[in-house]
């Protein structure tokens, strides 16, 4: 079946720092994949997606390239703010029809100023 | 864009009630409707899918008698917990999909439902 495997957290880091989240899936065919992020008590809000090989979303300053060799869409940032503190959520769908979404466990980051 | 409205955001209930979380998409038709639980610190776990105007399909253990799902009209699901127990405090999510959604390739998420059963 498909899964998503997401680096483990927390992860603190200070203001401007690179950010890595590290994502890798297993899926069959050619799933879409996706960023989600959640801020305390609030629901998903969509950061990027990718929809095939080699894609790159972006969004915020964060992006992620799709690498089907790697089966990989890690999350990067350059520079991090206090306000990107969140949890952030790797998931991937099947392309074709209203698939669920399968979700990684999610990696809370702390930003300190 | 697209906007899934969750209602209640809090909700507090006594042992054996039941309580009726809605989901409404607000711009487009959501044909299909998708229910998390989340635990703290946790991912998302799928609870149930459901098509408009089809009976829900629930996830393996999840129990269809207690978590009843309606999804009755292309804007409007709902779910509901019925004779509620502690155990069941959690925070509920739902998600939408529809035709030119899907063509996008996303998902609209609700801003979720804390459920605190006392």
């Known amino acids: 079946g498909n899964s998503v495997t997401q680096m483990e957290g927390p992860v603190t880091l200070s203001e401007e720092a690179f950010l890595t989240i590290n994502c890798t899936y297993t899926?069959?065919?050619?799933?879409?994949l996706f960023w989600y992020v959640q801020y305390p008590g609030e629901g998903l809000q969509l950061l990027l997606k990718?929809?095939?090989?080699?894609d790159k979303g972006s969004n915020k300053g964060f992006e992620a390239t799709y690498r089907k060799e790697t089966t990989s869409f890690h999350l990067e940032k350059g520079s991090v703010q206090v306000s990107d503190s969140a949890v952030y959520f790797c998931?991937?769908?099947?392309?074709?029809?209203?698939?669920?979404?399968?979700f990684g466990q999610g990696t809370r980051l702390t930003i300190n100023p | 864009g697209a906007v899934v409205s969750q209602h209640p955001s809090r909700v507090i209930c006594k042992s054996g009630t039941s309580v009726k979380i809605e989901c409404r998409s607000l711009?487009?038709?959501?044909?299909?409707m998708f229910w998390y639980r989340q635990f703290p610190k946790q991912s998302l776990m799928l609870m149930a899918t459901?098509?408009?105007?089809?009976?829900?399909?629930?996830e393996q253990g999840v129990e269809k008698d207690k978590f009843l799902i309606n999804h009755a009209s292309l804007t409007l699901s709902t779910l509901t917990v019925t004779s509620a127990h502690p155990e069941d405090s959690s925070f509920y999510i739902c998600?939408?999909?529809?035709?030119?959604?899907?063509?996008?390739?996303?998902?609209?998420f609700g801003s979720g439902t804390r459920l605190t059963v006392v």
């Open positions: 998600s939408a999909s529809g035709t030119q959604l899907l063509l996008m390739g996303g998902y609209t």
């Open positions: 899926a069959t065919g050619y799933p879409s």
């Open positions: 990718a929809t095939k090989a080699d």
């Open positions: 998931a991937l769908s099947a392309i074709q029809g209203a698939q669920k979404l399968v």
């Open positions: 711009d487009f038709q959501a044909t299909t």
């Open positions: 459901s098509n408009e105007g089809s009976k829900a399909t629930y």
